[in-house]
């Protein structure tokens, strides 16, 4: 599929080795910490708990469900692209965002079950990212990125959940009361523009991955060369999309915090909303939407081809 990646096999279904001394593995410092500090049945306890902990979270049957999770993220973006269309031609009620997914899928009987499924997909996905965190050996920079999918992934596995026991929730106004709350002291503020500046670096470095096709070293060689080139294609024009999204986000934030007005920091329903607002916006904002339902077909097609240590 790609000159940079080849097959990958299966993750052994047993636990790493414990590191020594310098092992850079979180799992084994808690270790480590325990032994030093406190007694040895205590340090044996934490030992054995993080081996079976561990094996599980390796076993081959835990990361095919927990692929699960790209199906529920492609499922998502294709559903805000098609909003973000509908709004682009003055016809979408919802929200262009993951809430406003979320209770579309949701509104339908069969949707539900997609709901239900979507859900154990996100908590599975994030329980693979924590476990990478803990135990893969990383440097401190993969570790942050591990824990920051972790998070992101139950957080949406949440919204799904909510959904699914008939709950609704508008992100939107949840995230502008959050900034406004975060506005009122300095510490907030301030946390709230290197948050807005975060995001903006996410989304260009989504830019740059789709143009350059560096998301090709996180899947598998496809048998199919129809396959490969589908993935490729889609890769490529549905990662700078989604950047072009979280730059807006990003912005958003930024400048919300140094006017002082909460309500434009309204995540990315407001990021969409603002794009139709410009010159040309319901061209631009139909073009981002349908990137967006690209960028979904993508992330479908990589819970069945991401390589083993993406």
């Known amino acids: 599929m790609s000159p940079h990646s080849t097959p990958s096999p299966h993750p052994s279904p047993g636990p790493r080795a414990s590191g020594g001394p310098d092992s850079s593995r979180p799992a084994d410092h808690m270790e480590q910490t325990v032994r030093r500090h406190g007694p040895d049945a205590a340090a044996d306890a934490v030992q054995k708990a993080s081996s079976r902990a561990e094996s599980a979270a390796q076993h081959p049957w835990f990361r095919t469900a927990a692929r699960a999770g790209h199906v529920a993220s492609g499922v ?8 973000a269309w509908s709004l682009a031609f003055g016809s979408a009620p919802e ?7 979320i209770q579309l899928l949701a509104s ?3 949707g539900m079950v997609l709901v239900w ?6 908590a599975l996905l994030g329980l693979w ?13 993969d570790g942050v990125k591990d824990l920051g999918k972790a998070a992101l992934y139950v957080a949406i596995g949440v919204l799904f959940t909510v959904a699914a026991f008939g709950g609704g929730q508008d992100s939107g106004r ?3 009361s959050l900034s406004a709350a975060l506005m009122g002291h300095l510490a907030g503020a301030v946390l709230l523009v290197v948050a807005g500046i975060a995001v903006i670096g996410i989304g260009c470095f989504h830019v740059y991955k789709g143009l ?8 598998r060689a496809s048998s199919s060369r129809e396959v490969s080139r589908a993935i490729r294609v889609a890769g490529t024009i549905g990662y700078p999309a989604k950047g072009v999204v979280l730059v807006l986000v990003g912005l958003l934030f930024v400048v919300a915090t140094v006017q002082q007005d909460p309500e434009e920091a309204t995540g990315m329903d407001g990021a969409l909303k603002a794009l139709q607002d410009q010159p040309m ?4 904002l139909a073009l981002v939407g349908a990137g967006l339902m690209v960028f979904g077909v993508y992330s479908v097609m990589r819970s069945r081809y991401e390589a083993d240590d993406a």
């Open 76 to 83: 998502l973006h294709v559903v805000i692209g098609a909003i």
């Open 95 to 101: 929200d262009a965002d993951q809430g406003g997914a």
């Open 108 to 110: 339908h009987p069969l």
């Open 117 to 122: 499924i979507c859900a154990a997909g996100c």
């Open 129 to 141: 990212h924590l476990s990478e965190a803990i135990w893969d050996r990383q440097s401190a920079a």
């Open 174 to 176: 949840s995230t502008s």
């Open 212 to 219: 350059t096709q560096r998301f090709m070293d996180d899947l």
């Open 281 to 284: 916006g319901p061209v631009l």
